[in-house]
T-cell receptor, first 113, second 114 residues
């Protein structure tokens, strides 16, 4: 049972463009929503995270938008760079489970020079 | 020593065999979680260990088992390997109470079952 659905599966963006990845969740017990970046041969690394009491969080070129009523959240990468080419995973975790993460299926981002 | 170290990096096993994967947690971390990442999929939570005891388990059968040692390192054991067990196995260490901000993933062990 997939509790976090992620789209698109793959994304190709030109350098300088905006990359947008979307996620939707079902379990209302989720109350923390991180995004992870994974390069080939490496484990996922935390990129940015948000709690549902805010609608947006920005860190540098990365922004999370959160819509609690729709149970959706998205990652925006502004001024995308070739070095951003990686697989991105959204995830969700209920505070009651500590650090047990439920991941989306992943989005493979390619930023062309 | 910093970071999470996993060994071996790659492994090939035959269906029906048993395998043990190892994880050395980041210095200062006392909690270890294991995830299975099938090709093209997101990681799936297997279980977590804290104070040498299982502290939460995902939807995996009992042939997936683990251990945590006094130095907080951990092992993942899989018995009666099946072809579908082929995946990247990720270990993540953290400090209990810090939640995901303290989460550090290793680079994983790529297991191939033939």
């Amino acid at each position: 049972q997939q509790q976090v659905k992620q789209s698109p599966q793959s994304l190709i963006v030109q350098k300088g463009g905006i990359s947008i990845i979307n996620c939707a969740y079902e379990n209302t017990a989720f109350d923390y929503f991180p995004w992870y970046q994974q390069f080939p041969g490496k484990g996922p690394a935390l990129l940015i995270a948000i709690r549902p009491d805010v609608s947006e969080k920005k860190e540098g070129r990365f922004t999370i938008s959160f819509n609690k009523s729709a149970k959706q959240f998205s990652l925006h990468i502004m001024d995308s760079q070739p070095g951003d080419s990686a697989t991105y995973f959204c995830a969700a975790v209920p505070s009651t489970s500590g650090s047990r993460l439920t991941f989306g299926e992943g989005t493979q981002l390619t930023v062309n020079p | 020593e910093t970071g999470v170290t996993q060994s071996p990096t790659h492994l090939i096993k035959t269906r029906g065999q048993q395998v043990t994967l190892r994880c050395s947690s980041q210095s200062g971390h006392n909690t270890v979680s294991w995830y299975q990442q099938a090709l093209g999929q997101g990681p799936q939570f297997i279980f977590q260990y804290y104070r040498e005891e299982e502290n939460g388990r995902g939807n995996f059968p009992p042939r997936f088992s683990g251990l945590q040692f006094p130095n907080y390192s951990s092992e993942l054991n899989v018995n009666a390997l099946e072809l579908d067990d082929s995946a990247l196995y990720l270990c993540a260490s953290s400090l209990q109470g810090l939640g995901i901000y303290g989460y550090t993933f290793g680079s994983g062990t790529r297991l191939t079952v033939v």
